[in-house]
């Protein structure tokens, strides 16, 4: 497919590709809440700080029903700018790929059927520690239970987030479990320098080598709770997980509780990997022998300036739409054009019915 | 297959026998409450009055773990038969089928991950109206997504359903809905003169012909949110209703409100057909065109006397028993003594190590 980069092991992503291209693909979208998202300057996932915690549950919605029911609007930024889950809409909703809406600690559930989890929302890792230890082994199981009945009813899992603040805690675990991470973020002007300071002061908590405890200290739900879907889906079926930098924390945390690399690969967008600020190329290189294919919906030609700030920086990846855009390619027998023209009427769909 | 009796439309039984016989099979478990069953007398699914609340999450649990959560040991009656979900857990293990577990108003939630759906449990339907129209299709709604969603990343979803109480919410449903109904019950001596007056004074209730007005007034939750499961899978995939009296209910509401008999099966056990205190037989063929497949899964051959009750008129069916040893059967290419072998090591399995 001309509209995919791969890199890592590129025989084994071009061998993952065959190997999904003509199956049956179901979509797994993981809400979930940092309290560290409440760090001033943190993210930009939500029009106010307010709101901020309503994006997850309202992802979820928009996905399913075409608005919300959480709140008014689609999520977006302060300056309009719309969720990735436009995206992630678009490429299920051409490619006819199922979905299901998984709640891991969000804060507030989403107003359609979902799975519960009764998982607790983490704490701010700048001032406490974001779980207890039985927390995190809670989360793996029952990702495990789940991930392994998911997995066992489709023929690829693809699994995405929504966690406002996401990045920050995944950039900690992974400085946490030894690795020389650099994370995207959703705003341009990528708060580096707010995030290390954020994660330095969650790491001066840790106080033992044992990664349940690392992921305690410093992740959040989502981080465990993917990691256990991955770690059980994994010896089924192809995974896909879907996102960027804390997609990478996932495989981080796998790579030390154990899962199939064989049957695993990252989908992201091209925004994720030709980032500069970030360094995801490498990381998932250093983290696992997992493949990673990169998709570009060449968002920058178009007409819509809330489409094309994707490309500009903002954004960039999220509620798994770069998986699903790759996985819709693949179904479709489809290309990026005309992806770009299908996301363009869905924009239009959202700004003229609200 | 010889261990099978089928009726209603002969043809079309086999004719969806062999559709499925081949594919993927996945089973959803719905479990809800009505406060119906609160009523002396009415039901036998719980070792205590206080117990019988916890019944539903704890078959879900003991499906999920192989022994229960919220209560120390499995459902059972006060004299120590057990729930029907030993034949389900027997039939899904030996034959690897995945399942998934729906809330859909039980009073507690189990304690594993599962769909969660907000709906609310039922009314005692002897005092009050059993949910509002609101509610009713609010559960008809939250079903079509779900059954749309589950429908299309499986070949055949079976449905089947632990709410104590229901047989008699579904035989008032029945009545309103036109059908001389009979129904089976958890006890030898079925009740049928209390669930006869019970429904009668639920019937006074109804002052319309509206079926979702009929289902509010009369019935519980479970009915219409597995009636819009069936209403949206039908249309994708083959689907079988695993029960007896509970699942003609929902064939009765679904012939109202829309459903496609061809993707349309009742999955049972002997006990149900055979029962002559019900009417099963004749109520399907009444109510749809809709085959009906009943197993002998051979209980009364067996060295257990809580095995043998089975046969004997307890219990009979529930948690989709019938559906899933069809299923199971199908899949391995298995026989009734075979699955009884099976069931008696998972009857060992339990009363030892509780």
Same mark, same amino acid.
């Given at each position: 497919m001309d509209d995919f980069e791969l890199f890592g092991n590129i025989a084994k992503a071009e061998n993952f590709i065959n190997r999904i291209k003509d199956g049956k693909f179901l979509f797994s979208l993981v809400i979930s809440y940092t =309290?560290?998202?409440?760090?001033?300057?943190?993210?930009?996932?939500?029009?106010?700080k307010e709101s901020i915690q309503y994006t997850p549950p309202a992802d979820a919605e928009y996905l399913h029903y075409g608005n919300c029911k959480t709140i008014d609007k689609i999520p977006m930024t302060p300056d309009g700018k719309p969720t990735p889950a436009l995206l992630t809409k678009t490429a299920l909703e051409s490619s006819s790929i199922p979905h299901i809406v998984i709640?891991?600690?969000?804060?507030i559930s989403p107003q359609l059927p979902f799975i519960q989890t009764g998982l607790s929302p983490g704490k701010n890792i700048s001032i406490n520690p974001a779980m207890t230890d039985l927390q995190v082994s809670q989360a793996v199981n029952y990702g495990r239970i789940i991930g392994r009945t998911l997995a066992s009813i489709t023929d690829c899992l693809i699994i995405g987030e929504s966690i406002p603040g996401g990045t920050t805690t995944a950039l900690a675990v992974m400085k946490a479990l030894g690795y020389k991470a650099k994370v995207s973020s959703?705003?341009?002007?990528?708060p580096v320098v707010l995030k290390n300071q954020i994660a330095s002061m969650a790491l001066d908590r840790i106080n033992s080598d044992n990664p349940y405890d690392v992921i305690a200290k410093?992740?959040?739900?989502m981080i465990p709770f993917v990691t256990g879907m991955l770690s059980a889906a994994s010896e089924i079926n192809p995974i896909m997980l879907a996102g960027g930098t804390q997609m990478t924390a996932v495989l981080a945390f796998a790579s030390k509780i154990g899962f199939n690399e064989k049957n695993t690969a990252i989908g992201t967008t091209s925004y994720i990997s030709d980032? =500069?600020?970030?360094?995801f190329k490498n990381l998932v290189s250093e983290i696992a022998d997992v493949p990673a294919i990169a998709v570009n919906p $060449? $968002?920058?030609?178009?007409?819509f300036p809330g489409l094309r700030a994707f490309s500009e920086g903002?954004?960039? =990846?999220?509620?798994g739409a770069g998986g699903t855009i790759i996985a819709s390619l693949l179904k479709n027998r489809n290309n990026s054009s005309k992806f770009l023209e299908l996301a363009e009427k869905e924009y239009g769909r959202i700004f003229t019915s609200q």
């Open positions: =309290e560290t998202c409440e760090i001033p300057g943190i993210t930009f996932a939500g029009a106010d709640n891991a600690g969000s804060k959703s705003i341009p002007n990528n410093v992740g959040d739900p980032d =500069e600020s970030a360094n $060449l $968002l920058k030609n178009s007409k903002f954004a960039k =990846e999220g509620v």
